[in-house]
Nanobody
Framework: VQLQASGGGLVQAGGSLRLSCAAS????????IGWFRQAPGKEREGVSCMDSSGGITVYADSMKGRFTISRDNAKNAVDLQMNNLKPEDTAVYYCAARTYSCSAYWRGYDYWGQGTLVTVSS
């Protein structure tokens, strides 16, 4: 079971990035994929999650309306579209997997991708 996160980079405030989490060794039909982020010196926090049935949870009001999670079954991947990015969105973004349902608690996930750095300049 492997997760490969990609798509991070440097962007100006107000810009957009699309992160992708490609899964291998398992099918997303049975797993929830969560996106988390961790800024320097801060706790890891939940961003958004899609469960095995396609249900979506967004964990912070600050992200609602800006971040959109979606699944690409052909690629066995879950993407995170991030629009109107702000400097406070700067963090390493991780994707993680657990069976069936989402959890807001990062320790509830079994498998993790390597993280991708998002830097938003002001």
């Amino acid at each position: 079971v492997q997760l490969q996160a990609s798509g991070g980079g440097l962007v100006q405030a107000g810009g957009s990035l699309r992160l992708s989490c490609a899964a291998s060794g398992f099918t997303l039909d049975y797993y929830a994929i969560g996106w988390f982020r961790q800024a320097p010196g801060k706790e890891r926090e939940g961003v958004s999650c899609m469960d095995s049935s396609g249900g979506i949870t967004v964990y912070a009001d600050s992200m609602k309306g800006r971040f959109t999670i979606s699944r690409d079954n052909a690629k066995n991947a879950v993407d995170l579209q991030m629009n109107n990015l702000k400097p406070e969105d700067t963090a390493v973004y991780y994707c993680a997997a657990r069976t069936y349902s989402c959890s807001a608690y990062w320790r509830g996930y079994d498998y993790w991708g390597q993280g991708t750095l998002v830097t938003v300049s002001s």
